[in-house]
């Protein structure tokens, strides 16, 4: 487990306070402080770390579909089920379920995916131990829907308990750890029981009247997380995904969704994983309260800093599991977002999905390889970075870290201006540093502004042509 000084959070946040946010997954909510001086160290290392890597893998890859929210019985677009079996439902349920007896990763290489992530500057990493179908990628005891079952034809392999290889590569490369996990589990007979059809993705039966299922449910819950947090070494992140799984009040909305109390007892669950694992970051993802930590805004970014600690997850492709063919954003643009989420003060989570031979698609190392030489050079305006006012002007972003400005140019490559003209917040030197080269800049200030205007000399344009992003660096006046 890694504990760093927690000064820069405290500063952050007073500098912060003023600021409201604003989302799905989060930052419409309130936010509560820690107040266990070991999280609140745990979570200043996190926000210094800037750049991570998410992944959605289970047995679904092997259909080219939606994690899990196909078994789903809701009428919404990411529910939709897909080939031969889609038109029953109990049909498709079967089916479904016996994917893990075909699951066989031959190609699964986690060293080769943390090497490519240490490569493209990546700090840490957030692996589906076990998504909302309930199946473990990990060696649970507690069920035999899990890789490790032994008649399934993965389980004979070394490399067959999965969450802990990719823990200890990842691990060897000096990357933080984290561990998603959700809390519905639609193969448990204790949240899905098998008696009644589902009828959305609540449990299928009236926790009030089988109060005892409902508490199996919450052990089996909290025997799994133990699990992962005895048998996985340091865990820095537990990463709680289905927010609706948690304590409320019970409504039918007139659309005749419903919300169910299912209070799983999380600050017992948190206070386990902080007995076991002391600091561990514990984000119960979209509930209000103490145990999220920090708040996690879904494929979007919000439009101003926020008050908070917070982490945009993203998908590099269209889907958060593998789909074939699926189309991958460019490097350009993973390299924008990260510098915009860097500079409204978030983390960028980056989404691979790997396929079902155990596999990442070509393009999702090709864009690793083109971030990392871009990071290698202007690393320093993010890592540790803090965002500072005017935040953002057109295409031009800015950070603070170390010291120093940091105002970074979005732009497509192939193209460069004739000049730069942006603002300078009091305080910095007017003569900046073009990050990646020695060369000559010709600057004039408007002292009316507060701006400066740049020149490159022509004969050192096209070193800069083919970037995606310029670095200014100025230090303090």
């Known amino acids: ?19 409201t946010g604003s989302a799905q997954h ?28 998410l992944m959605h893998w289970g047995p679904y890859s092997q259909w080219g579909v939606v994690e899990s929210w196909s078994l789903c019985p809701e009428d919404e677009d990411w529910c939709t089920r897909r080939g031969p079996h889609s038109k029953n439902y109990f049909e498709y349920l079967e089916a479904y379920g016996k994917l893990p007896e075909t699951f066989n990763p031959v190609k699964f ?78 193969h448990c007979p204790d949240y899905w029981d ?68 299912q209070d799983i007892d999380i600050s017992a669950l948190a206070d386990m994983a902080r007995e076991l694992q002391p600091g561990i970051l514990v984000v119960d993802r979209a509930v209000e309260g103490p145990e999220q930590n920090y708040l996690t805004p879904e494929q979007r970014i ?44 978030g983390n960028f989570l980056l989404n691979i999905g790997p396929g079902p031979d155990g596999e990442w698609a070509r393009e999702a190392y090709q864009r690793l390889d083109e971030i990392g030489e871009w990071m290698a050079i202007n690393g320093e305006a993010i890592y540790g970075s803090r965002p500072l006012k005017p935040y953002q002007q057109g295409n031009y972003v800015y950070t603070t870290a170390n010291g120093n400005l940091y105002v970074i140019l979005l732009k497509e490559p192939g193209n460069l201006p004739d000049e730069f003209s942006f603002t300078v917040p009091e305080g910095f030197t007017i003569f900046p540093e073009l990050m990646g080269g020695k060369v000559g800049l010709k600057v004039k200030k408007d002292k009316k502004h507060n701006s400066v205007t740049i020149r490159l000399d022509m004969k050192d344009k096209k070193q800069f042509l083919s970037s995606p992003a310029l670095v200014f660096r100025f230090s303090r006046s």
């Open 194 to 261: 098998p008696y009644f059809p589902p009828m959305d993705r609540n449990p299928n039966y009236n926790l009030k009247k089988y109060p005892e299922k409902w508490q199996r449910y919450k052990e089996f819950t909290h025997g799994q997380i133990r699990e992962l947090l005895t048998g996985y070494g340091d865990v820095d992140i537990l990463w709680l995904d289905g927010g609706w799984v948690k304590k409320c009040t019970d409504k039918v909305y007139p659309d005749g969704k419903r919300q169910v109390n």
């Open 1 to 19: 487990m890694k504990i760093f000084p927690f000064l820069r959070l405290l500063v952050f946040g007073l500098i912060f306070i003023s600021l």
């Open 109 to 186: 290489n986690p060293e080769k995916w943390a090497d490519a992530a240490a490569r493209a500057g990546m700090k840490y990493m957030v692996f589906t131990t076990k998504h909302h179908d309930g199946f473990c990628m990990f060696d649970t005891k507690l069920t035999d829907y899990r890789i490790t079952y032994p008649e399934y034809p993965y389980a004979a392999d070394p490399k067959s308990d999965i969450t802990g290889q990719i823990f200890n590569a990842f691990r060897e490369k000096g990357i933080g750890i984290g561990a998603y996990f959700s809390k519905p589990d639609w």
């Open 302 to 345: 919000p439009e101003k800093p926020l008050a908070f600690p917070w982490e945009t997850c993203m998908t590099m492709a269209n889907s958060w599991s593998f789909v074939p063919n699926d189309e991958y954003k460019s490097s350009s643009e993973l390299i924008h977002l990260l510098c915009k989420i860097v500079s409204r003060g």
């Open 26 to 53: 989060g930052d419409q909510q309130r936010y509560f402080w820690p107040e266990d001086s070991l999280v609140k160290e745990q979570l200043a290392w996190w926000q210094d770390l800037k750049f991570g890597l």
